[in-house]
Antibody
Framework: QVQLQESGPGLVKPSETLSLTCTVS????????WSWIRQPPGKGLEWIGY???????NYNPSLKSRVTISIDTSKNQFSLKLSSVTAADTAVYYC??????????????????WGQGTLVTVSS | DIVLTQSPGTLSLSPRERATLSCRAS???????LAWYQQKPGQAPRLLIY???SRATGIPDRFSGSGSGTDFTLTISRLEPEDFAVYYC????????FGGGTKVEIK
């Protein structure tokens, strides 16, 4: 059973860089896309970006200028850096696996495994 | 970006009733790119439906998905106590997006 676990500081000061790591266990990080998704308190879900095990990335256009996602296949980990944070970046941050595979209607994509989430608060 | 609009915002129903949740896209979404998730308080979302109508592993058959183009539906045939939660639709395009969610609450 694949498990994902987020780790990193729970408090970040405004204008600084938020850094989180997701450790994948119970399966290889290879051959999948790995994603970061966030959820402000009491609000909905926002996709931040994803990285393929090869290192190619795709970011939410609204966050692209501030986001970097990287991967370390030797450690089965991938990471998120979000720069110049403000209070609006306060959220629960989830890592998730984006799985692609053949289904009844073609080639399907969905986020099939999620970490438990970690709350990051931006405050001085 | 494709905007997903879910309705209603809140659905108040009793156990054993049928729930019908709607997800409308601002432009056509390939059926293979539409998924549904369930989220309970303090928990991560859980994948229910992918490819618009395929149930994820371990999901009971009272959950079903349908639709195509810009209109998709999640149906829970008979609500069980554990089904009261928030449900999100999501599309995978060049930039994945989620709907705003529908809360299914106990009437």
């Amino acid at each position: 059973q694949v498990q994902l676990q987020e780790s990193g500081p729970g408090l970040v000061k405004p204008s600084e860089t938020l850094s989180l790591t997701c450790t994948v266990s119970g399966g290889s990080i290879s051959s999948y896309y790995w994603s970061w998704i966030r959820q402000p308190p009491g609000k909905g879900l926002e996709w931040i970006g994803y990285i393929y095990y090869s290192g190619s990335t795709n970011y939410n256009p609204s966050l692209k200028s501030r986001v970097t996602i990287s991967i370390d296949t030797s450690k089965n980990q991938f990471s998120l850096k979000l720069s110049s944070v403000t209070a609006a970046d306060t959220a629960v941050y989830y890592c998730a696996r984006l799985k692609g595979g053949y289904c009844s209607v073609g080639f399907c994509y969905s986020f099939d495994y999620w970490g438990q989430g970690t709350l990051v608060t931006v405050s001085s | 970006d494709i905007v997903l609009t879910q309705s209603p915002g809140t659905l108040s129903l009793s156990p054993r009733e049928r729930a019908t949740l709607s997800c409308r896209a601002s432009q056509s979404v390939g059926s293979s790119y539409l998924a549904w998730y369930q989220q309970k308080p303090g928990q991560a979302p859980r994948l229910l439906i992918y490819g618009a109508s395929s149930r994820a592993t371990g999901i009971p058959d009272r959950f079903s998905g349908s639709g195509s183009g810009t209109d998709f539906t999640l149906t829970i045939s008979r609500l069980e106590p554990e089904d009261f939660a928030v449900y999100y639709c999501q599309q995978y395009g060049s930039s994945p997006t989620f709907g705003g969610g529908t809360k299914v609450e106990i009437k």
